[in-house]
């Protein structure tokens, strides 16, 4: 069956340090993986799209790897600051325009 | 760029009640929105591919009958909840596609709808 697995539900770490954050991915083929963050209460907001093709995409202070041997993309939030707290939901595009969701991952910083 | 407004934020209603929610897109035209369902420290389920001037398409499991949805402009689609009971409850997010279907863009979304049923 297929399935979409972020490694952790809760990520702690101190400010100004560098968070990881994983998605896995199972008997999927998707043409590009995006990652979006989530605050209590609000719909998602869009942070990056990485396609099968790159292997990295970097946005300010947010990077992106797609590794379709692996299945697996890496987020990572470099100088982390207490704003960046929230929950972090990886994406596949499945059939071309649909998207599967990941349970997210949420990350606290600590100042 | 690209905001989308969903209304109402929250609604609390008696069982049996029809509940409608709104998505519109603010600043572009969108042929192709979705509609999720969120638990909890879950993750978002797609209920159903809204489709403008066509009928939705719905995902495994999801009763037509139960989540009726329009999509009758470029810019609106509507959620509509009939007789919805307790277990209806949950938080509903939609979103919008700049560009129509295959565009490879991403999603946007609005700020979902808590909707609580006594």
């Known amino acids: 069956s297929q399935k979409i697995e972020q490694n952790s539900e809760a990520l702690n770490i101190q400010e100004g340090k560098t968070a990881t954050l994983t998605c896995n991915y199972t008997?999927?083929?998707?043409?590009?993986l995006q990652w979006y963050r989530q605050d209590p209460g609000r719909g998602p907001v869009f942070l990056l799209l990485?396609?099968?093709?790159?292997k990295e995409k970097r946005k300010e202070r947010l990077k992106v790897t797609f590794d379709t041997t692996l299945k697996q993309s890496l987020f990572h939030i470099t100088a982390s600051q207490p704003a960046d707290s929230a929950t972090y939901l990886c994406?596949?595009?499945?059939?071309?325009?649909?998207?599967?969701f990941g349970a997210g991952t949420t990350v606290t910083v600590r100042a | 760029g690209a905001v989308v407004s969903q209304h109402p934020s929250r609604v609390i209603c008696k069982s049996g009640t029809s509940v409608k929610i709104e998505c519109r897109s603010l600043?572009?035209?969108?042929?192709?929105m979705f509609w999720y369902r969120q638990f909890p420290k879950k993750s978002l389920m797609l209920m159903a591919t809204?489709?403008?001037?066509?009928?939705?398409?719905?995902e495994q499991g999801v009763e037509k009958d139960k989540f009726l949805i329009n999509h009758a402009s470029l810019t609106l689609s509507t959620l509509t909840v009939t007789s919805a009971h307790p277990e209806d409850s949950s938080f509903y997010i939609c979103?919008?596609?700049?560009?129509?279907?295959?565009?490879?863009?991403?999603?946007?979304f609005g700020d979902g709808t808590r909707l609580s049923i006594l």
């Open positions: 990485i396609r099968e093709n790159e």
């Open positions: 979103s919008a596609l700049p560009g129509g279907a295959y565009s490879n863009q991403p999603q946007h």
């Open positions: 008997n999927y083929s998707p043409a590009y």
């Open positions: 994406a596949l595009a499945i059939n071309d325009y649909k998207l599967s």
């Open positions: 600043d572009f035209q969108a042929t192709t």
């Open positions: 809204s489709n403008e001037g066509s009928k939705a398409t719905y």
